[in-house]
């Protein structure tokens, strides 16, 4: 393949064949955003007992039946003229073609100073909710000013969140095309370079979405969440694989006159470097697939293929691109032929020696500290949030469900529904009247041997404590013989999504650490390294969640993480943060071979350290993209992989790593032949002072 884009006719090739694909896929591409599910039924599988009962809710009612509660509150107190507009108000709503009739209310509030409106709109998780909703405001607004009206339950809560996935693509995609120029200018000082990879990113990105958009028409689910990550991911990873080429193709510049054969030669000794790092990456996400959770499975698959379609674009495309431009796209600084070697001085040049004077004293106070960062995850909460913690500010759907709270039961429009064999209607409401925090349940309603029931909470839907009023309501119900009861609606949806959840993250977090050691073990022919690398990065996830852990509770004000959080944060930094591992570790197997392990270890440092600070910048700089959305679940993604990711590629690998490679020495290499090479002592002999003051 290298062959490919570095030939003299074959690069334009390449060219074209991309200009195909993006012809071919550009349509698809954009209709990825139409395609995404953002319901939490969607998420779970169909053994999820919530998910068994909306089956079988489709013979009662429609499984898109969204409840919208309408709130009136005069806090002087609700006056006849309040009753008679509410009243013509739900009137004209059961005249809705989404509505068709299902309309409860208006019912006043025991205080007397507030009335409510339950209706079901037949429009499930669709655009159309956000029209919806608003007319439903505009008409219960309109009338005397003194009577203030709120929308809120399960149809104005997606209404919120559909306003907020609209456009987030978009918005996410600028944004971090913003960030990305930016530190490319800052990185290569040239006011056309930076082109070039931003072409091939935005390339891959646009092929990415096409595949993904074919693939949900086969059942992969994909979600505003994924589709945002996609974004960042891709142009962050892309750009990263283009900083870590161009960097050994301006190096083989200054050693090949021919432009042509330097980047064929770059290819060759960064190409397996990239591939292996893409490779681990693309295994690590795709280990999400064992998740049972939708959501988290959907984004292995997701993930994957934007790695793997930004891999291919970063050593075909842009190789193609830079050859054809030739040396003066570097410019103002191009390099000349036979220019001095970048890694025989330099900043991290400079680190290296200073490392090697005391590699022990370094490595095990840079892991206590790292060690100690990671102690911020004390009391800090990771569990299920309420719909009011999940938002970063008051959408109007939270504020009507706080002001519903004040004058009816909380769970008012979004109730407890049980389904079970029709004998045994009478002792299922009976079990459910009974139940602790259930304050209201509706005559069981007939069909086809099954009964259908609901029943209202006492507490807030999204609470801990409705969750715990579920748990009972299913203790309850299957205790009854016979009854074959099912027990679902919206709380425990989301209590299953939990706990789906949770058992993913335990599952999926040793599998991609087994998945990654193993393909270390592979790469680098040795297996002290690979438990080494493996170690650091542990340590690395542990600081960057514990650091953020303080800056969610103290700067963001935030109620805690999602159960899913801490697993995408992890499956990231550990696939991401190793691809650097990998990328200094092959650099200085490439150098211990010609000139021992512990030059070797100096000059890897000095040759790759650079370039992996500016990766490590731009990825950080992209995944901090996530943080300025209004959720609070993509704002703690994007905060604490930007910190790992700092973190891996300016402490862990450039300090941590180095001083330990320095102390083991060619043991690192362990079992193979670099382990059992004496004559790096006698190449030492040659190697800069501070190198030779750390040999035993």
């Known amino acids: 393949m290298a062959a490919l884009p570095c030939g003299r006719r074959t690069k334009y090739l390449v060219v074209v064949f991309w200009l195909i694909v993006i012809a071919l896929t550009g349509s698809f591409a954009g209709k990825l955003q139409g395609a995404e599910k953002n319901d939490a039924s969607s998420y779970l599988p169909a053994s999820a007992e919530s998910t068994q009962e909306l089956n079988l809710q489709a013979r009662f009612v429609s499984r898109n039946l969204n409840p919208a509660v309408i709130v009136y509150v005069r806090p002087s107190g609700i006056t006849a003229a309040d009753l008679r507009k509410a009243a013509a108000d739900a009137r004209a709503f059961g005249l809705l073609p989404a509505v068709h009739g299902r309309v409860i209310g208006p019912i006043p509030s025991r205080d007397h100073r507030a009335l409510e409106t339950i209706l079901g709109a037949d429009l499930g998780y669709s655009a159309n909710l956000s029209s919806f909703v608003g007319g439903l405001k ?15 339950g399960p149809a104005a809560s997606a209404a919120d969140e559909l306003k907020i996935f609209k456009g987030i693509d978009t918005t996410l995609l600028y944004a971090t095309l913003a960030v990305v120029i930016l ?40 979600n505003g969440q994924s589709g945002g990550i996609l974004v960042v991911l891709v142009l962050g990873a892309s750009t990263d694989y283009a900083l870590l080429l161009i960097a050994r193709y301006r190096e083989e510049l200054r050693r ?32 999400l697939l064992v998740a049972e959770s939708a959501d988290i499975s959907g984004l292995g698959p997701v993930a994957a293929i934007g790695i793997a379609v930004g ?5 075909t495309l842009l190789p193609a691109l830079l050859v054809i431009a030739g040396r003066w796209i570097f410019w103002p600084v ?32 840079t892991a206590v500290l790292l060690a100690c960062a990671s102690l911020g995850l004390i009391g800090f909460k990771v569990g299920a949030l309420t719909t009011a913690q999940s938002f970063r500010g008051t959408p109007a759907s939270v504020a009507g469900e706080q002001v519903l709270a004040r004058h009816f039961p909380a769970g008012a429009g979004e109730p407890v529904a049980v389904i079970g064999n029709a004998r045994s209607a009478p ?15 509706t005559p069981p309603v007939t069909s086809g041997g099954l009964s259908y029931l609901q029943a209202t ?49 335990n599952v999926i977090i040793p599998l991609v650490l087994l998945v990654v050691l193993i393909i270390l073990g592979l790469l680098l022919r040795a297996a002290v390294a690979p438990l080494v690398l493996i170690g650091t990065v542990i340590l690395s996830f542990g600081a960057a969640l514990g650091l953020s852990a303080l800056a969610f509770r103290h700067i963001f004000g935030f109620a805690g993480a999602d159960t899913s959080v801490p697993l995408f944060i992890f499956v990231f930094l550990v696939a991401l ?16 071979a010609r000139s021992g392990t512990r030059r070797g270890a100096v000059t890897g440092l000095a040759a790759t350290g650079g370039v992996i600070t500016s990766a490590g910048l731009v990825l950080a700089g992209t995944f901090a993209m996530l943080a300025t959305l209004p959720l609070v679940t993509f704002t703690e993604i994007g905060f604490a992989v930007a910190i790992g990711v700092l973190l891996d590629t300016i402490i862990v690998r450039s300090v941590l790593v180095t001083a330990l490679n320095l102390d083991i020495g060619r043991w690192m290499w362990w079992p193979s032949h670099l382990a059992g090479d004496r004559k790096e002592r006698a190449v030492s002999a040659g190697a800069p002072a501070a190198v030779r003051a750390s040999q035993p």
């Not at 891999?311 to 050593?315: F, R």
């Open 577 to 592: 943060g190793i691809d650097y591992n990998i990328f200094l570790m092959t650099r200085v197997r490439e150098e211990s």
């Open 138 to 152: 505009t008409t219960a607004s309109a009338g005397d000013p003194g009577l203030s009206v709120h929308i809120t």
């Open 311 to 315: 891999l291919l674009a970063m050593i």
């Open 256 to 287: 090949h006159e021919d432009r042509h054969e330097a980047m064929a030669v770059a290819l060759r000794r960064a190409g397996p470097a990239l591939i292996a790092s893409a490779a681990t990456v693309i295994a690590g996400m795709l280990c």
């Open 457 to 505: 909470l006492a507490s807030r839907p999204d609470s801990p404590a409705a969750y715990a009023t579920v748990d009972r309501v299913r203790a309850a119900v299957h205790n009854i013989p016979g009854a074959d009861a099912k027990v679902g609606g919206g709380t425990a949806v989301a209590m299953d999504v939990e706990r789906y959840a949770t058992r993913d993250r």
């Open 334 to 365: 191009r390099p000349r032929y036979g220019s001095e070697e970048p890694t025989t001085k330099g900043l991290w040049s400079r680190v290296g020696q200073a490392i090697g004077r005391r590699p022990r004293v370094v490595w095990v106070v």
């Open 183 to 222: 530190l490319l200018l800052l990185t290569y000082r040239s006011p056309v370079l930076w082109l070039l990879p931003i072409m091939s990113a935005g390339v891959a990105l646009t092929a990415a979405e096409a595949v993904i958009y074919l693939l949900t028409r086969h059942g992969l689910t994909v």
């Open 427 to 441: 002792q299922l409401r009976a079990a459910l009247a009974a139940t602790p925090g259930i304050v209201a349940v």
